[in-house]
Structures are given as structure tokens and as C-alpha cells.
């Protein structure tokens, strides 16, 4: 059994930066990779960033040198670093854990989920 709980998420303008943070507990030893996923209103849950245990990273390619996941092993958490943000970034942020050497990309197999954080970018 593991834990995730998520901070960071607000209301932000589009361009400004915000951080997330994910802290896991629990049976952590279980888990390899973590990552976050999003989930905006009518649109499918999907991956944004994942990081295996040895710091091997992924994101989609609408992220791409805007955002930047890592991980502090000896605290258990992960985060997302996330800068120039636009409107269409506006989602539910869910911290995700995976028994998996790699994320999975499909949210069904994943084994471990936050409570999930909201992210608003304002025009």
C-alpha cells in the first residue's frame, strides 16, 4: 500500500510558473517509477512526465522544455516544475507511482494515485 499526496497546485497566470510536489509513503519500496498525469474537463487522462527510480525521464511532447520532472529518493517525493505555462495547461494534476521499471502511458495499469491537484492558467 502506498501514499501519494500532492501540493502546489493554484491559480496562476499564463506564463508564470508553478511547482508541484508529490510525497509517497507507505510501502514504497513497491514502486520504481512515478510521474504525473492530467486530466482536463471532456478530455482523455494523460501522462505528462514520468521518472524511473535511477532518474530516467519522459515527458509528451507538449511539455517539452517547458516542464521538468525529478525526484528526491531519500524524501520520497517527486515533483514537476512547470514554467510558461498557457491556458490549455489548465488540469487536474495527479501524482502517479508504478511498480513498473517505466511509467506506464496508460492511466489503467497505473498502481498508485494521488488525490489530484488543480492547475488553472489564467489568459
Known amino acids: 500500500q502506498v501514499q501519494l499526496v500532492e501540493s502546489g497546485g493554484g491559480l496562476v497566470q499564463t506564463g508564470g510558473p508553478l511547482r508541484l510536489s508529490c510525497a509517497a509513503s507507505?510501502?514504497?519500496?513497491?514502486?520504481?517509477?512515478m510521474g504525473w498525469y492530467r486530466q482536463a474537463p471532456g478530455k482523455q487522462r494523460e501522462l505528462v512526465a514520468g521518472i524511473s527510480s535511477t532518474g530516467t525521464t519522459t515527458y509528451t511532447d507538449s511539455v517539452k522544455g517547458r516542464f521538468t520532472i525529478s525526484r528526491d529518493n531519500a524524501k520520497n517525493t517527486v515533483y514537476l516544475q512547470m514554467n510558461s505555462l498557457k491556458p490549455e495547461d489548465t488540469a487536474v494534476y495527479y501524482c502517479?507511482?508504478?511498480?513498473?521499471?517505466?511509467?506506464?502511458?496508460?492511466?489503467?495499469?497505473?498502481?498508485?494515485w494521488g488525490q489530484g491537484t488543480q492547475v488553472t492558467v489564467s489568459s
Open positions: 507507505g510501502s514504497i519500496s513497491t514502486v520504481e517509477a
Open positions: 502517479a507511482a508504478d511498480r513498473r521499471l517505466f511509467i506506464s502511458t496508460r492511466w489503467k495499469e497505473i498502481d498508485y
